[in-house]
């Protein structure tokens, strides 16, 4: 049973930055397609940005350029280092498989206030 587990979230002035971390327990991450996604209040649970296992990365337009997609295989966890954060980057984020989501965390909440 995969479990995923989201940290790091808090509240930061725009323009500021913030770390979120995922542990994994019950999947490879070197071998998953991954990815985060966010949802903001009263909206879609949206795509953010994903990483596949060969290591290369792709993320929303929304965020190209400020957000990037890292992992550590020998810790099982995935990371997204969010830099420049604006108000409308402000939701619950989650990380979960890309390709086939197993069940969700609980997520790390996001708050971005200018």
């Known amino acids: 049973q995969v479990q995923l587990v989201e940290s790091g979230g808090g509240l930061v002035q725009a323009g500021g930055s913030l770390r979120l971390s995922c542990a994994v327990s019950?999947?490879?991450?070197?071998?998953?397609?991954m990815a985060w996604f966010r949802q903001a209040p009263g909206k879609q649970r949206e795509l953010v940005a994903t990483?596949?296992?060969?290591?290369?990365?792709d993320c929303a337009p929304s965020v190209k350029d400020r957000f990037t997609l890292s992992r550590d295989n020998a810790k099982n966890t995935l990371y997204l280092q969010m830099n420049s954060l604006k108000p409308e980057d402000t939701g619950v984020y989650f990380c979960n498989g890309a390709k086939k989501p197993w069940a969700w965390g609980q997520g790390t909440q996001v708050t971005v206030f200018s």
């Open positions: 990483i596949f296992p060969g290591g290369g990365t």
């Open positions: 019950g999947a490879m991450l070197d071998f998953t397609t």
